[in-house]
C-alpha cells in the first residue's frame, strides 16, 4: 500500500479530502488534486498510481494520525458494572475528539463515500470496530448488563448500525444540530440493548432502592 510522505503530505491530503467531498469518487479529478496540492505529477505518481490507491493512502495517514490520539478500550474493561459508564466515556471521548481533531474532521468527510469497488483502508477499519463492538457486548452480556435474549451477533449488528447510521447523519447535519443530538447515541444504544430490569411492587426499579418503599 502507498504511504504518503514527504514535504506536501499534508497538502495532498487536504486537498484529496475536499476533491473527493466535494464531487465523489467517481468525478474527483487527479488532476484537480495535483493542483490543489501544488506537486508535481511526477512526484505524485511517484508516490500513488491510481485514484483508488490514492483515497485508500489518505484513509489510512489520516486513521494512523487518529490512533496516535485515541485507541479503543480493552473489552474486558467492560466488565460487570463498568459497560455502562464506560460505553458514555468511550462515546463523549470520540465526540471531543471529532470536535477537535483536523484528521478526524477529514477522515469523517469521506469515510462514508462509495467504495471504488475494492477493498480499502476504510473496510478493514470498518470490520475491526464490528469485532470490538462484539466483543464489548459479549463482555456485557456475561456481566449481565447486556440483554441477553437475542444472539451477541444480532445485537452487534444492530449496535453497529444504530452508531454508523448517527455517525452518518451527524457528518451531514449542521454543527449546532448535531452537538444538540450528542447524548443520542447512549440514550438509544442502552433503551436498544440493557436487559429490562425487574419492577418492584410500586413500579420503581429494583435497582434504585433509594426512592422505593
Keep these: 500500500m502507498a504511504q504518503l510522505t514527504g514535504p506536501h503530505r499534508d497538502a495532498l491530503i487536504e486537498a484529496t479530502v475536499v476533491e473527493f467531498a466535494a464531487v465523489g469518487y467517481e468525478a474527483a479529478s487527479l488532476n484537480r488534486i495535483i493542483r490543489s ?93 464490528r469485532e470490538w463492538v462484539r466483543q464489548v457486548l459479549d463482555v456485557g452480556v456475561a456481566s449481565g448488563e447486556v440483554r441477553a435474549d437475542l444472539p451477541v451477533d444480532v445485537l452487534a449488528a444492530a449496535a453497529f448500525g444504530l452508531l454508523r447510521g448517527l455517525d452518518e447523519w451527524a457528518l451531514a447535519a449542521p454543527a449546532e444540530r448535531a452537538r444538540a443530538a450528542a447524548d443520542a447515541p447512549a440514550a438509544l444504544l442502552r433503551s436498544m440493548l440493557a436487559p429490562e430490569r425487574p419492577q418492584n411492587r410500586r413500579g420503581t426499579p429494583d435497582s434504585m432502592p433509594f426512592i422505593s418503599s
Excluded at 508516490?47 to 490507491?53: H, L, P, T, Y
Excluded at 489510512?60 to 485515541?70: D, H, K, P, T, Y
Aim: charged letters at 25%.
Design 37 to 129: 496540492a501544488g506537486i508535481s505529477k511526477s512526484s505524485f505518481y511517484h508516490a500513488v498510481s491510481s485514484k483508488a490507491e490514492l483515497l485508500d493512502a489518505v484513509v489510512s495517514a489520516l486513521i494512523g494520525e487518529v490512533r496516535m490520539r485515541w485507541s479503543p478500550p480493552d473489552p474486558q474493561r467492560f466488565a460487570g458494572r463498568a459497560f455502562w459508564p464506560l460505553v458514555d466515556e468511550v462515546l463523549n471521548d470520540l465526540a471531543e475528539l471529532g470536535a477537535e481533531d483536523r484528521a478526524l474532521q477529514l477522515l469523517g468527510r469521506i469515510f462514508y463515500l462509495p467504495a471504488p469497488g475494492a477493498d480499502d483502508a476504510r473496510i478493514a477499519l470498518l470490520d475491526r470496530v
